[in-house]
């Protein structure tokens, strides 16, 4: 759902009694652009505002220091948003890694699965690399792992969702996975259902072979 940037905190409020009553959790927000210095604050008072724990960003290097200076003023978590080849500045979460490290540990990655595999990265091993520092994830599949407009449903592509997964309980990762369904959009649903229910597939077939191994 969309929340414009431009409404008053009591606007946000509102909005966000009326999420929470028709029973949806706010997780997070974004992707968020910081394009200077002058607009940092006020992104974080809107996510304040509409109850997001977290928020997905894409920004400049430069701009890290004072946007972690008001993650811990507003107790906000913030992910930097790998945006593939096309992003000058984080194309794949190895880009961004190394500047989190440095900074306050409500600072870490969104990993966007299908723009990390364009960039050549091994996802699993980038999403292993990051550990602690993983704090949301952008999940979507790609027939050709090359190609941005090779979006399918999950399951249907060549990313290796199960492996992900796998991973994601080897470390105990305690964060969300969020499907980003950017095809159909006259008719996302029956796409994003099944999305979803290949992704529980895969999600049941690792309990299930867990519970194989230790029996």
Sequence with gaps: MHLP????????AAARR?????????VGGGVIT?????GVEKYFAYAKAAGMPLIAIHTDPKLLPRIERFAKQYDIKVAIHNHGPEDKHFPSPYDALPYVKK?????GLCIDVGHTVRTGTDVVRAIADAGPRLLDMHMK???D???KGSQCIVGEGAIPIADI????GTMGYRGYVNLEYEIDADAPLPGMKQSFAYMRGALAGLAAD??????
């Design 165 to 168: 997964f796998r991973q994601l």
């Design 141 to 143: 599949d790609l027939r």
């Design 5 to 12: 940037f431009e409404l008053s905190p009591d606007q946000l």
């Design 210 to 215: 867990g519970r194989g191994r230790h029996s």
């Design 34 to 38: 910081f394009e200077d210095d002058t």
């Design 103 to 107: 900074l306050d540990a409500r600072i």
């Design 145 to 147: 792992l090359t190609a």
């Design 18 to 26: 009326d999420i929470e009553a028709a029973g949806i959790v706010i």
